[in-house]
C-alpha cells in the first residue's frame, strides 16, 4: 500500500535517535531523478496508494518538487516526513502547486533549547515552528511528531499542547524505536517505567480532552510491552522501502539483517521485487515462523513483530521478536532496561553530513 522513498541519508540534524543505519548512503550513490520517477511510475503500476517521501531530510533533494509533482500526476497520495528546517515559504509554494497532499514535521521537544539540543541544529526549533505555521496556512493537513524518551518524557503534556497550538490535525507521540543511532544511544534513552507510566497517563488524558478533533497516535517502546507490535503491518506485507542509493527493503533497518541480498530499484522492478525476491518473501506470512510464534493465535495480528529487533537482541532475525513475554529471550529486554537506568545520559549524535548550497 505504501512506498517510503527515501531519498536521502543528508540531514542538516543530528539527532541521536534517527532510524538510518550507522552507515549512511553517500550522496553520489543516491538515485537520480530519472531513477525517481520510473520507480514511482512502477509503484503505481503495481497499485500502491500512497508514497512517503523521507531521508535523511527529503527536503535536501533538489528534485522533491519535481518527484512530489510526477507523483501526484501518478494519482499517488503524497507525503513528506521532514524536519521543516528547509520549509521556506518559496519551498511551501512549490510544493503546494505540485500537488503535495500532507506533511509530517517532528519535532525534538516541546520548546528550544531542549528541542535544539537533541537536534544539534540552533535556531531548528524555530523554523519548525515556522514551517508549521506555513503548512497550516496552506491548508494542508499537519501531523506534528514527538520522539519521546529518557531525556524528556516529563514534557509529553507540553509537547501535545504544542501540536494543539499549532494546529495539527493529527499528533504523534511515539517513544524512540530503537534501531539505528537509537540502538547505539539506548541506554542514555530509554525511558524507566515511572516516565512511561507518566507518558501514558498524559497521552490518555489528552485523547479523551481532543477526541474527535485531533487524534492522536501513540508508539509504545518494545521494551515495556508484553506482545511485540506489527511492524511495518508485517514483513512484505504492506510497505516496500527505497534506501537512497535503490535497495528495496522490507523496513528501513532491514539492511543489518545478514544472508540478505537486497535487490535494487536501479536492476530489478518493484513488480518482481514485490512478487518474486527472497528478500520480501523470506519472512512474509506465517509459514517461516518458529513453532511457538505459528501456534499463537495472534500470529496474523503482530505477524511475528519486528525482524530487526529479533536480530538486534536474540542474534537471530528468524526468532521469536523478544518484545514477546513468550519469547525465550524477554528476558533480554528486562535487562537492557536494567543497563539503562542510571547510565549517563551523553548522546552520540548522527554523523552530520553537509547539505548542498
Ligand atoms: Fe525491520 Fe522491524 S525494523 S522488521
Known amino acids: 500500500m505504501g512506498l517510503i ?27 537520480t531523478t530519472d531513477e525517481w520517477r520510473r520507480v514511482l511510475g512502477e509503484a503505481a503500476a503495481l497499485g500502491i496508494l500512497q508514497v512517503h517521501f523521507s531521508g535523511g ?30 520549509l521556506t515559504d518559496e519551498a511551501m509554494a512549490a510544493l503546494l502547486a505540485a500537488g503535495i497532499d500532507h506533511i509530517q514535521l517532528s519535532f525534538q521537544d516541546a520548546a528550544a533549547p531542549a ?73 542514555a534513552l530509554l525511558p524507566t517505567f515511572a516516565q512511561l507510566e507518566h507518558v501514558n497517563g498524559v ?47 522490507p523496513c528501513h533497518a532491514a539492511e543489518t539483517l545478514p544472508g540478505f541480498q537486497f535487490p535494487t530499484v536501479r536492476d530489478v522492478s518493484l513488480a518482481e521485487i514485490w512478487v518474486d525476491s527472497d528478500a520480501f518473501s523470506r519472512f512474509r506470512g506465517v509459514d517461516w515462523m518458529p513453532e511457538l510464534c505459528r501456534a499463537c493465535d495472534r500470529k496474523e495480528i503482530d505477524w511475528g513483530g519486528c525482524r530487526c529487533q529479533a536480530l538486534a537482541l536474540a542474534g537471530d532475525a528468524a526468532a521469536t521478536d523478544p518484545a514477546c513475554a513468550h519469547s525465550p529471550d524477554h528476558h533480554l529486554m528486562g535487562a537492557a532496561v536494567t543497563a539503562a537506568d542510571g547510565a549517563p545520559l551523553d548522546l552520540v549524535p548522527r554523523r552530520l553530513r553537509t547539505l548542498s548550497a
Open 5 to 31: 522513498a527515501e531519498l536521502t541519508h543528508r540531514c542538516p540534524l543530528q539527532c541521536a535517535y534517527c532510524s538510518n543505519p550507522l552507515a549512511l548512503d553517500d550522496r553520489k550513490a543516491e538515485l
Open 57 to 86: 531530510e527529503p527536503m535536501a533533494r533538489r528534485d522533491l518538487v519535481e518527484m512530489v509533482a510526477h507523483a501526484s500526476s501518478l494519482g499517488l497520495y503524497t507525503n513528506i516526513i521532514t524536519s521543516g528546517v528547509l
Open 115 to 187: 528541542a535544539d539540543r537533541f537536534s544539534g541544529y540552533r535556531g531548528g526549533h524555530a523554523k519548525k515552528l515556522d514551517a508549521a505555521r506555513r503548512i497550516c496556512e496552506a491548508g494542508l493537513p499537519l501531523t506534528a511528531n514527538f520522539v519521546v524518551h529518557k531525556q524528556n518524557a516529563e514534557r509529553v503534556g507540553e509537547m501535545i499542547a504544542l501540536g494543539e497550538a499549532l494546529g495539527a490535525e493529527r499528533i504523534e507521540i511515539a517513544h524512540t524505536q530503537y534501531y539505528g543511532w537509537a540502538l547505539l544511544n539506548r541506554n
Open 203 to 249: 497521552v490518555a488524558a489528552a485523547r479523551q480532552r481532543l477526541n474527535g478533533r485531533i487524534t492522536i497516535d501513540y508508539v509504545v517502546p518494545d521494551y515495556y510491552a508484553a506482545r511485540p507490535k506489527a511492524c511495518m503491518g508485517g514483513w512484505g506485507n504492506r510497505f516496500i522501502n527505497i534506501s537512497p542509493s535503490g535497495k528495496a527493503l
